[in-house]
């Protein structure tokens, strides 16, 4: 009997637009299911922002039925004040899928490049043509979103590599 499709939710956080996408895991093959973008209005004050960032989530995830998330790690630039507001919404990314029961993979950008495109200073262009290679017929709603389904791809790759190594350990 085969088991069902594990499905996947990944996440670019950002507080302006934070990407997702949603893919189905059967053994090595993947398939798209859905991606997105949320977006938050500059003009609102940061915790509304944040709360209707956490709502937004929160029904992507109801909606989806995600089994496990994968999020991307926030590189540090050179305005403080841009990063803390990234962490903020990671932060928040973060928190709904805790709050959902979801185990969550933390995966450094360069890890997702290397994952995707096979180098970890591809550039967006090459993750974004990479993700439609891998995903055919998939329909991006942006950069972001594609970005989410890199990480969702690079937790796919590593959650067989871990299965595959506890296969053999048990073997020996």
Known sequence: ???PPAIILGLDPGLGTTGWGVIAVEGNRLRHVANGQIKTEPSMVLPRRLANLHAALYDV???QQPDGAAVEEVLG????????KLGQARGIVLLAAAQAGLIVGEYHPSIVKKATVGTGGADKKQVQAMVGHLLPGVKLTGPDAADALAVAITHAHHLASARAMQRRASAV
């Open 1 to 3: 009997m085969t088991p």
């Open 61 to 63: 995830i109801r909606q």
């Open 77 to 84: 630039n050179s305005n403080a004040q841009s990063t803390l």
